[in-house]
């Protein structure tokens, strides 16, 4: 018969003993794919870190579901999966103590109402009914005014409210009121309002529905408008379209390679799959890819708008406070009944929950209608990638996306952190690399200098130990005194022709004369003696000496 399960008619049956006809392809069994699904790539001699992510079953994808439209073949490249298999490459194997007992204080007996009640009825007439009298109370109750009554302070009294019993006989001792103590006679006031239990449950209910009818209307706008954003955004699809590239690649030979997609929560464990160095890991690998690559698409979070408020919505919450407005609403309705005849003038119960129970049922079915679409778009996305609605929680599948995303945008700060730090590494290295080629060379003419020095010391000292030996370090000096000889007899010599030429004092001749004893006086005084002439001659030695001496230290 026809295979219903997976679409048209059986092969024909093989001839029984019969083997297969040689080259004949082998026959998949299992479910078949829609038309136009991308056929899956065969990886081989991968050998990264593998994506532990949970494969969508064949089955469930559908023509309508996200994973039967994904192209991320469009996206391989080789210069991707290098970089996955240098930054992913697979490593080698190589109690409490007891509570307290809280003691209970013994109160005196009283004549109806327990110890108990007498002493809560006394802690909300001290605080919240301070002010109020129990006639003004009782006035406000009959005619269902809740101006001055807060929610808290009505399910108080409703907490606080005698049995039946003890009301039955509260209202026996009106004659004896006098004598009741300030509890018992406001619970004997309360006992004598008709149907004081239900008349509270109403009006606390009305109360509280204005305030839980602009609560629960947003929340269904959020997640209904998430639902809608992660099937439109076109930024977020073509990004899990590239995890999908990544992973089949990196899971190349394993049970997970080959996948159709995968379950949304793997989202969350991105970064679980850390680089060979264990500094980054395959978010940062996807940040910098998006940001590099493909930066159209880096900015998927901003598709994403109401998916954090959505992911706060409790489905259990909505569902049980829409629940409980279905039952005050049909408890108001039966309680009407009895107050067709109020029996008080200031009873005005039937009047003013007439009216609001008419509001109020309209307002109920608008949510109710509102919050079944909004299950249905949620049962909507989750179907559409891939997932069981049934097994799938709605809030856990927002926050997982919602994580990811929160998760995504840090990875992309540690990015522009981590390529900063490098760059003042590399800053750091060159700096150190050109100190390192500057002490070189200081080390290098150093070493120079030293060379030329201990060459010309050398030189210097050659110098002066010739001088010492030839005396030429002395001959200097006596030329210079042979010089000075030299000059002094010329002029005695030039002095004695002078006289001879002259022959008398007091003549012209005479004071020539007397004038070149001048000058021949002028020059034996300039002149230094022997004594001065050995005293410069040992200073010059000295200064040469220590001169030289200098110049040793020096080398």
């Known amino acids: ?192 309002i008709p149907r004081i239990e239900p008349r509270l449950q109403a009006m606390v209910f009305k109360k509280k529905f204005y305030e839980e009818a602009k609560e629960i209307k947003p929340d269904l706008t959020y997640v209904i408008a998430a639902c ?52 980054s890991n395959m978010l940062h690998f996807l940040a910098n890819l998006l940001e590099n690559r493909y930066p159209q698409w880096v900015n998927f979070k901003d598709d994403l708008r109401n998916l954090e408020k959505a992911r706060r919505v409790s489905d259990d919450q909505l569902s049980k406070q829409l629940r409980g407005m279905k039952k005050s609403l049909n408890n108001l309705k039966k309680e009407l009944e009895f107050h067709k005849n109020p029996e008080s003038i200031d009873d005005r119960f039937g009047t003013e929950m007439n009216a609001f129970l008419k509001f109020a049922n309209d307002e109920y079915e608008k ?31 927002f926050s997982d996306i919602v994580t990811f995303c929160n998760d995504f945008e840090t990875a992309r700060v ?31 003419e150093r070493k120079d200098f030293i060379i030329d020095q201990q060459g010309e010391g050398e030189g210097v000292l050659d110098d002066l130990m010739d001088a010492l030996k030839t005396g030429q370090a002395y001959n200097r000096d006596n030329r210079r005194q042979k010089q000075r000889q030299n000059r002094e007899g010329k002029a005695n010599r030039n002095l004695q022709r002078g006289r001879s030429q002259t022959g008398h004092s007091g003549s012209p001749r005479h004071k020539n004369n007397s004038d070149n004893q001048d000058a021949l006086d002028s020059i034996l005084n300039s002149t230094p003696t022997r004594t001065e002439r050995r005293q410069r001659a040992n200073t010059r030695g000295e200064s040469k000496a220590s001169e030289a001496l200098q110049r040793v230290r020096a080398l």
Not at 427 to 444: A, F, P, V
């Open 228 to 279: 809608e954003e992660l099937k439109t955004s076109e930024k977020f699809g073509k990004t899990l379209e590239l995890i999908l590239l990544i992973g089949n690649y990196m899971n190349s030979g394993s049970r997970n390679a080959e996948s159709y997609g995968f379950k949304l929560n793997f989202l969350t464990k991105l970064q679980n799959t850390k680089a060979h160095d264990n500094r």
């Open 414 to 444: 540690e990015n522009t952190k981590m390529k900063e730090a490098k760059k003042r590494e590399e800053k750091q290295k060159e700096l150190k690399e050109k100190e390192r080629r500057k002490k070189e060379q200081r080390e290098k």
């Open 1 to 192: 018969g026809i295979n219903a399960e997976y679409g048209g008619a059986p092969p024909p049956p093989r001839m029984p003993g019969a083997p297969p006809a040689p080259g004949a392809p082998r026959v998949r069994r299992g479910p078949q794919l829609p038309d136009g699904v991308q056929k899956k790539k065969t990886y081989t001699g991968v050998t990264t870190k593998k994506l532990n992510w949970q494969c969508i079953p064949v089955k469930n994808i559908q023509k309508t579901t996200f994973w039967a439209k994904t192209r991320e073949l469009d996206m391989e490249s080789q210069d991707l999966f290098e970089s996955l298999s240098e930054e992913f490459a697979a490593k080698v194997a190589k109690e409490t103590g007891p509570a307290l007992a809280v003691s209970k204080k013994r109160v005196k007996e009283l004549k109806v109402i327990d110890p108990k009640a007498s002493q809560n009825f006394g802690i909300l007439l001290n605080s919240s009914l301070k002010g109020l009298t129990f006639e003004e109370l009782r006035v406000l109750i009959l005619k269902c005014d809740d101006s001055s009554l807060s929610p808290s302070v009505m399910e108080s009294l409703l907490r606080f409210l005698p049995s039946g019993e003890d009301m039955a006989s509260l209202r026996t001792l009106k004659d004896e009121y006098d004598e009741l103590c300030t509890a018992e006679q406001f619970a004997f006031m309360l006992s004598n």
């Open 367 to 397: 949510l109710d209608a509102t919050y079944t679409n909004m299950g249905k778009c949620v049962a909507e996305i989750i179907s559409f990638y891939g997932e069981d609605p049934k097994k799938t929680n709605p809030e856990e599948f």
